[in-house]
């Protein structure tokens, strides 16, 4: 359990070294600061809070502060999307459990469901359900 700035965050949500080792080099180098001002958070404690983010679905502004500011690991988090760190750790990722595992690359779906519309009607869609 790590304890800083009033919160305690079970370590198990942090991003093991071994994948660390993995995701550190994809990563764009930190911009210096000509000017001075504060030194950059670490690169891995915005990435725990992002993975924290992502494994929980919280809110940004309900990440923990022993994991960062909310609005610094989400900048952070923008930078790193659109510089496309993300993307190429997933294509990565499949090309590895490719080489492991072996994927159909024939048939693929990323996500979906498929649902009857709560307030649908009776099955006559042909007829507006809409007042005249």
């Known amino acids: 359990m790590s304890k800083f700035g009033g919160d305690v ?7 093991p ?3 660390w080792k ?7 180098p930190e911009r210096p600061h000509p000017k001075g001002g504060r030194p950059w958070v670490p690169a891995r404690q915005c990435m725990d809070g992002i993975f924290y983010v992502l494994r929980t679905g919280c809110q940004w502004k309900a990440l ?9 690991v989400h900048l952070r988090f923008q930078q790193w999307r659109a510089a496309g ?12 459990y490719d080489a492991r595992c072996g994927l159909d690359w024939e048939w693929q779906a ?9 307030l649908g009607g009776k099955g006559n869609g042909t007829q507006s359900h809409r007042p005249g």
């Open 22 to 28: 993995r995701i550190q080099p994809r990563l764009p």
């Open 17 to 19: 070294d071994e994948i």
């Open 110 to 118: 990323m996500d979906g469901a498929m649902t009857k519309a709560p």
């Open 85 to 96: 760190v993300f993307e190429r750790l997933w294509q990565e990722g499949l090309l590895e």
């Open 64 to 72: 923990p502060r022993s994991l960062g500011a909310a609005s610094t």
């Open 9 to 15: 965050v079970d370590d198990r949500w942090r991003v």
